[in-house]
């Protein structure tokens, strides 16, 4: 079994992530923004100053779900770069330092673009990330293949689509409501 760091283990995904995770028997550390009975570090703001050093010993994967998501606004713009493309880095960056075999970064489906043609998008397409979201986790992905060819971190990026289920928030849970007061 695998010593895991898990980054937004309090999140949409990371909540139910980190259960199947224990379930499965590993040891996992996680990380959130709040304390709370299953969380061992907080990390109350992650940007590219975050030190994740203490966080890294003995760990064998880093799981990075922690993002800036759901805002659209001009303000938000390096906030998206801070989090979801620096703080990436160097969590990167020190997990390579630390000795951690595998990263694996949850990206988004956005980074392809905002719309496939006659076919689903697929790992080869050319990125077309429009958005500010979108461009900061390509410029995460570029940088965790840049840390991969120097290093012995093994990275693996997963490109969602849109994600769902109970909790959910965002764009789907804006879409449901409507199908509601319809």
Same mark, same amino acid.
């Given at each position: 079994?695998?010593?895991?760091?898990?980054?937004? +283990? @309090?999140?949409?995904?990371?909540?139910?992530? $980190?259960?199947?995770?224990?379930?499965?028997?590993?040891?996992?550390? +996680?990380?959130?923004?709040?304390?709370?009975?299953?969380?061992?570090?907080?990390?109350? =703001?992650?940007?590219?100053?975050?030190?994740?050093?203490?966080?890294?010993?003995?760990?064998?994967?880093?799981?990075?779900?922690?993002?800036?998501?759901?805002?659209?606004?001009? &303000?938000? *713009?390096?906030?998206?770069?801070?989090?979801?493309?620096?703080?990436?880095?160097?969590?990167?960056?020190?997990?390579?330092?630390?000795?951690?075999?595998?990263?694996?970064?949850? %990206? $988004?489906?956005?980074?392809?673009?905002? +719309? $496939? &043609? #006659?076919?689903?998008?697929?790992? @080869? =397409?050319?990125?077309?990330?429009? =958005? #500010?979201?979108? &461009?900061?986790?390509?410029? #995460?992905?570029?940088?965790?293949?840049?840390? +991969?060819?120097? %290093? @012995?971190?093994? @990275?693996?990026?997963?490109?969602?689509?849109?994600?769902?289920?109970?909790?959910?928030?965002?764009?789907?849970? &804006?879409?449901?409501?409507?199908? *509601?007061? #319809?």
């Amino acid at each position: 079994m695998a010593n895991i760091l898990l980054t937004g +283990a @309090t999140g949409f995904i990371g909540r139910q992530l $980190s259960t199947e995770l224990r379930i499965a028997g590993h040891q996992v550390a +996680a990380v959130a923004r709040a304390p709370s009975p299953l969380i061992q570090h907080v990390v109350a =703001d992650i940007n590219a100053n975050t030190n994740w050093q203490p966080y890294l010993a003995e760990i064998d994967v880093v799981i990075h779900l922690a993002a800036e998501v759901h805002r659209m606004h001009v &303000q938000t *713009v390096q906030r998206y770069v801070e989090v979801n493309y620096q703080a990436t880095k160097r969590l990167a960056l020190q997990a390579a330092q630390a000795g951690v075999k595998r990263m694996i970064f949850l %990206s $988004s489906i956005k980074v392809n673009g905002e +719309a $496939s &043609q #006659a076919e689903p998008f697929t790992e @080869t =397409d050319t990125v077309q990330p429009t =958005d #500010a979201y979108a &461009q900061s986790k390509w410029r #995460a992905e570029q940088a965790l293949q840049m840390i +991969a060819a120097k %290093s @012995t971190l093994e @990275t693996v990026i997963i490109r969602v689509p849109l994600v769902y289920g109970a909790g959910v928030k965002g764009n789907l849970l &804006q879409l449901m409501r409507c199908f *509601v007061l #319809a």
